[in-house]
């Protein structure tokens, strides 16, 4: 019972998670847009940067972007903050009921470094926070004054972040840690620096003076940040569904190349809204594709050929060992009542009927067994891959 509850939590907190992730992603999407499609010629408004005329759903809309705020305070201002708080608490709760409480399947893996669930709990915490912490401090620094240098020295940080994580948890473990401390600075971006920020302006219009431009300068960059990041941190959320990314022994480099994949693509995406000349922003198509073009080289199998043939029996007993607890009909492990994606492994008929799903997930990606608990070796992997070949 309690392992179906902790199914149906991890659920229902994984489609909160999306839909106030879409709501936030949306909203950034749409104001990245917005500000880029602003007329700033033709009359205007006193204190108006541009306007736009935009139609959806059936109806005309007519938006005016003020550079520092409105001479006069509406009285109701429509914020865009939950999404983003909503969208990080939910990712923590996720991190919470999939991560800390199975850590032996899914944080640690023995072979890259024996951890127990409580430091691999306090390394989680402690990264992400000191991981903020940097982030924070680069962009108040001297450094925040020069955008291409900050983003450089962000890009670093991400990737130090990677080399870290694929060192000390399981590949999912790792990328699944990169996008949930990039996720985290971008929701404390809007939490502690874009919404204080704005709230000083519209206290400073409360009070009768002009807003300092400063604040709202500083907004816009937290926010492109964000907006450049959006891209690489849905791939690295989705990740743990493809155990292939985090293969490569430096999969490191794989996370370097979502990053450039994701935020030329963003900045190609953003570009089009501005309605710039192709031939300004043109050169972020073959740049997004030629790194996913290298990202799928490096992450493509290498198995060696050869060695002795493999009985049935010794496939079998491999599996017994290593699989069987969870993927029987009746499995023996605490975390499972049934065998996870109905993958049986309990005959020799099972193994053929699985043998291209065994091949990629314990052979090709090591994916499994899941947080590798029976340590199964390499040696293991190999024997079981030459009798899966064998089959053909
Ligand atoms: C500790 C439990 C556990 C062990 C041991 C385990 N698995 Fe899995 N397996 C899982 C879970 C959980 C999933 C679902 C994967 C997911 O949600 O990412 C899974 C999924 C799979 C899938 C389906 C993948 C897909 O996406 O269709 C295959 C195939 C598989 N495992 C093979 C194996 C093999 C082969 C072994 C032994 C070498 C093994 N597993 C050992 C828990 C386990």
């Known amino acids: ?45 006193p204190g108006v940067l541009g306007t736009a005329w935009q139609v959806h759903g059936g109806g005309f809309y007519y938006v005016e972007k003020y550079t520092v705020a409105p001479p006069q305070l509406p009285e109701t201002l429509h914020w865009f903050k939950w999404e983003a708080y909503l969208t990080w608490v939910s990712g923590f709760g996720l991190l919470i009921v999939q991560y800390y409480l199975h850590a032996r399947s899914y944080l640690i893996d023995p072979a890259v470094l024996p951890l127990e669930p409580w430091q691999a709990i306090a390394i989680s915490l402690g990264s992400i926070l000191v991981g903020w912490a940097i982030y924070e401090g680069l962009c108040r620094s001297p450094i925040g004054q020069n955008a291409t240098l900050l983003a450089l020295c962000f890009f ?26 990039t996720g985290s600075i971008m929701a404390t ?23 300092d431009a400063y604040y709202g300068m500083v907004g816009k960059q937290r926010s492109t940040h964000n907006n450049y ?17 985090s293969s490569h022994p430096h999969a490191w480099m794989v996370v370097a190349l979502i990053l450039i994949a994701g935020a030329t693509i963003r900045h190609y995406l953003n570009r089009v809204d501005a309605g710039d000349d192709w031939n300004s922003y043109g050169w972020a198509a073959p740049v997004a594709i030629g790194a996913l073009m290298i990202a799928i080289f490096i992450t493509a199998p290498r198995t060696k050929e050869g060695g002795a043939a493999v009985a049935d029996a010794e496939a079998l007993a491999i ?24 993958v049986t492994l309990d005959t020799v008929a099972d193994l053929k009927k699985y043998a291209a799903l065994i091949y990629l997930q314990a052979v090709q990606n090591k994916a499994m067994p899941l947080g590798n608990e029976t340590a199964m070796t390499d040696d293991e992997r190999e024997a ?6 064998a089959l053909k």
């Not at 992730?21 to 500000?35: E, R």
Request: aromatic share 12%; charged share 10%.
């Open 229 to 245: 990041l959006t891209l690489p941190v849905l791939l690295m959320m989705v990740s743990p569904h493809y155990p292939f990314l």
């Open 156 to 181: 670093a940080l991400i990737i130090g972040a990677a080399v870290f994580y694929t060192h000390v948890y399981s590949g999912r473990g790792a990328f699944l840690h990169v996008g949930a401390l």
């Open 319 to 342: 599996t017994h060992k290593h699989c069987a607890m969870c993927h029987s009909a009746k499995p023996t492990h605490v975390a499972f009542q049934e065998a996870p994606k109905n």
């Open 1 to 45: 019972m309690e392992v179906f509850l902790g199914e149906w939590a991890n659920l229902l907190i994984r489609w909160m998670h999306m839909i106030v992730g879409i709501g936030w992603i949306g909203t950034s999407f749409y104001f990245m847009a917005l500000d880029y499609s602003l007329n700033k010629l033709g009359q205007k408004n």
């Open 384 to 389: 079981l891959g030459r009798w899966v070949k």
């Open 189 to 211: 971006n809007v939490f502690a620096v874009i919404v204080p920020n704005q709230k000083k302006m519209v206290a400073a219009l409360i009070r009768g003076e002009t807003p």
